[in-house]
Nanobody, 118 residues
């Protein structure tokens, strides 16, 4: 399974960006898709997840500003980021977890840089 993230870039504080992550390969039964981020000098943290049934979870720091969505037919997950702040700067990674024949596997994309200037 390969994940290709795109949509990062440089934006001013208060602006918006939309990240996309397309999955390809042997995808059988996706349980959850997600976005994580890693700021310089910090650990990777969860941003948002969405299950196959559409249930979402958000980090407190992005609630009300970010929206995760997915198109299961296209095997793509999106992250709409509004009202961006400088502290949202980091490398954003998409993830996918699937289960098949009793085995759960996790996959990660290569990351896309988001830089918010104040």
């Amino acid at each position: 399974v390969q994940l290709q993230a795109s949509g990062g870039g440089l934006v001013q504080a208060g602006g918006s960006l939309r990240l996309s992550c397309a999955a390809s390969g042997k995808i059988f039964s996706v349980k959850v898709r997600g976005w994580h981020r890693q700021a310089p000098g910090k650990q990777r943290e969860l941003v948002a997840t969405i299950t196959r049934d559409g249930n979402t979870v958000y980090a407190d720091s992005v609630k009300g500003r970010f929206t995760i969505s997915s198109d299961n037919a296209k095997n793509t997950v999106y992250l709409q980021m509004n009202s961006l702040k400088s502290e949202d700067t980091g490398v954003y990674y998409c993830s996918l977890q699937q289960s098949w024949l009793g085995r759960t596997s996790d996959y990660w994309g290569q990351g896309t840089q988001v830089t918010v200037s104040s």
